[in-house]
């Protein structure tokens, strides 16, 4: 069965999933594996494994900088597809890649899909397809057990909430503000959220929801996603690196962030 | 003369030219497109709005342009008859102008009341402040920081209008990383705002919508040529960056397959070179700010650094109606180099006292290659896009 879906399936009622995004091969290459083990040890329930390209336009500055210096690192699907089999050997937590479909189509899809199921990867998504445009992948993906989890948005309609669930397997992703990914201030993902992923749940019966874009903090967390599922946090993890990295201990933070994310200290 | 016709419909409803183009965007903004393309369906189809751009083009923009015949520069080659379609004497300085009173109009009818554009040589961030000032709109405009150096003229121009320029400091500060912050910009402030883009590139609509409110060039092209030479011309030729000013040239002419048609890119220093704009002759297709089109990028599909002498024309993408022409054949498309497009800017400023902007004399730069080719009872028309006071700096860095 799909690592995801199984996931949800032994969560606890009151619980809420972590899904954590950090770019592959940032801060640089060789730590990516023991980040992903660390994030699992210390409370992630998902990895969203970034595939960083050159002009992530749904991005702020602090994705942007992750997936440079990891261009830089010299980071390219195969060395990701290294990572989540490296990972694989000794750990099932659901791996999700996510990234700009410019990339996965010069790599050539059907070859992606393949390689990708083959290192252990339990799903994709991609910011830049919309569900009008998922025939560029779906049918590649589907014939290699490749689910592809769309998002939604504040302003998506109803019809469409409903197209992205039918469309999704393993979750719907809920961009909870309109605006690029980046760490926001706690008035600033407001109240109108709670409504929103109110919606949601009216339009996506088939699959869990979790809520991303601007959760900085355990309590944010808890607040947005009072009626998810779940929550997603990727700039304000990228940022916790980026203020510790190459200290001595920059790991051990990281990891303390982690675990107060998920379990408030 | 017999008459060849091919029926041209393109894009389909999908905003797809044959297999280029689409809406590659982020969910946040589907709402944004759909509202767009349907406002735009009821307006073109609306006499009141194409009445009132129309009007706007004849009194503000100052069309029709004039079609000249460059008589010394057909002497200097003395083959077919060169003529010129004057997009230079617009409003502003160039096409661009037509596509921003297009769009503003859209804007104002959709209640919006900020407008966003990219600029690379400032050109469409001249014409979208002018529109902007013109009909009381606030204006941002996202131009490369590199850009801002090499086009400060246009920089100065946008801000005495009362536009706010923003210097954008990522990737190569140029044309790419300017669209990438609009976006940006869209993506977060989607309710209120408007984004004119520059060329025939992003998510349909917009390959579509800017190119039908550039046409006009073809069409009074089409005109003009009938009154003063009674026939058809046998070339077209025009420069291609994004590629806005050839598409609106080109598309009314598309199905008089007798008619050559010919478009040229900034080779920078060679198509070989690894410093290069020529998109149709050196990239593959991919996906880049909305679409699926040619791209310049790297094995692992990043998207790689364009160079053109011409901040215009430096964009490692192009207009998926142009890789649409370029794979059937209709249009072919070839590329000059920065020095070639140094001395075509020379040579019509000496034969023809008309100093071009360094994109449109890129296209000019082509005719050493394509004159010899040619013969005294043919017609060549090349589109003026825009004049070259904006490039003085460049212009006399290199002379």
């Not at chain 1, 980040?35 to 992630?44: D, H, M, R, T, V």
């Not at chain 1, 560029?136 to 989890?149: D, F, K, T």
């Not at chain 2, 057909?74 to 004497?89: C, N, Q, S, V, W």
Request: glycine residues 10%; aromatic residues 8%.
């Amino acid at each position: 069965m799909n690592r995801i879906i199984e996931k949800f399936q032994k969560k606890a009622p009151e619980e809420k999933l972590m899904s954590l995004f950090i770019t592959a091969g940032y801060p640089d290459i060789n730590s990516s594996v023991e980040l992903i083990l660390g994030f699992e040890k210390n409370g992630a329930d998902i990895i969203e494994l970034g595939m960083p390209f050159s002009d992530p336009l749904a991005d702020g500055p602090t994705i942007q900088y992750s997936s440079d210096v990891a261009i830089e690192n010299g980071i390219n699907i195969d060395t990701i597809f290294d990572i989540v089999k490296e990972t694989r050997k000794t750990s099932q937590i659901p791996i999700i890649l996510m990234g700009y479909m410019n990339p996965v189509l010069h790599y050539g899809v059907a070859k992606f899909c393949k390689n990708a199921r083959n290192a252990g990867v339990d799903g994709l998504i991609l910011p830049d397809i919309p569900v009008d445009e998922g025939g560029i992948i779906e049918r590649e993906a589907e014939a290699n057990s490749l689910p592809i989890i769309y998002l939604v948005a504040p302003n998506t309609t109803d019809v469409r909430m409903k197209l992205a669930d039918s469309k999704s397997e393993g979750f719907v992703y809920c961009v909870s503000v309109t605006g690029v990914t980046g760490a926001r201030d706690g008035d600033e993902v407001s109240d109108s959220v709670t409504r929103f992923i109110d919606r949601v749940r009216q339009n996506v019966i088939n699959n869990p929801v979790m809520v991303g874009f601007g959760i900085k903090s355990y309590e944010d967390a808890q607040r947005i996603a009072s009626n998810a599922d779940g929550f997603i946090v990727g700039s304000a993890l990228i940022d916790s690196i980026r203020n510790s990295y190459p200290e001595k201990d920059w790991k051990d933070q990281v990891f303390s962030f982690v675990h107060s994310l998920k379990f408030g200290n | 003369m017999n008459e060849t016709t091919t029926k041209y419909q393109q894009p389909n409803t999908r905003g797809y030219f044959g297999d280029y183009g689409g809406k590659f965007v982020p969910e946040i903004l589907i709402p944004a497109i759909k509202d767009l393309e349907d406002e735009y369906e009821k307006a073109k189809d609306d006499p009141e709005f194409n009445a009132q751009f129309e009007q706007l083009l004849d009194e503000y923009v100052g069309r029709p342009t004039k079609l000249t015949f460059a008589n010394k520069l057909t002497k200097h080659y003395g083959k077919a008859k060169i003529y010129l379609k004057r997009e230079d004497l617009c409003h502003t300085g160039a096409h661009k102008i037509n596509n921003a009173i297009g769009q503003i109009l859209l804007a104002k009818r959709m209640g919006k009341t900020r407008i966003i554009a990219e600029t690379g040589a400032g050109q469409h961030g001249v014409a979208t402040a002018t529109a902007c000032a013109k009909f009381g709109l606030e204006c941002v405009v996202y131009m490369g920081a590199e850009d801002m150096v090499r086009q400060k003229l246009n920089v100065d121009r946008m801000t005495l209008m009362g536009a706010e320029v923003r210097s954008v400091e990522s990737g190569s500060k140029t044309l790419k990383d300017a669209t990438n912050e609009a976006i940006r910009d869209w993506v977060t402030n989607v309710e209120d705002t408007f984004y004119i883009i520059g060329s025939v590139v992003g998510p349909h609509p917009y390959p579509m919508m800017v190119r039908n409110f550039h046409q006009v060039i073809g069409k009074e092209t089409k005109k003009q040529i009938l009154e003063a030479e009674g026939r058809m011309p046998d070339y077209l030729l025009a420069c291609v960056g994004g590629g806005s000013n050839a598409i609106g040239f080109f598309y009314p002419f598309l199905e008089d397959e007798n008619i050559k048609i010919i478009g040229i890119e900034a080779a920078g220093y060679g198509v070989d070179s690894g410093q290069t704009a020529a998109t149709l002759t050196k990239g593959t297709p991919g996906i880049l700010h909305g679409s699926l089109s040619y791209l310049l990028q790297s094995e692992t599909g990043q998207i790689e650094l364009a160079h053109s002498i011409s901040a215009g024309l430096d964009y490692p993408g192009v207009g998926p109606e142009h890789s649409y022409l370029h794979d059937t054949g209709r249009v072919k498309y070839n590329a000059v180099t920065d020095q070639e497009a140094m001395e075509a800017v020379k040579l019509l400023s000496r034969k023809e006292g008309i100093i071009p902007a360094l994109e449109t004399a890129h296209a000019f730069a082509w005719l050493e290659k394509l004159m010899p080719e040619t013969t005294e009872d043919e017609i060549v028309i090349i589109n003026l896009s825009g004049r070259g006071d904006k490039d003085m700096k460049t212009i006399s860095e290199n002379l």
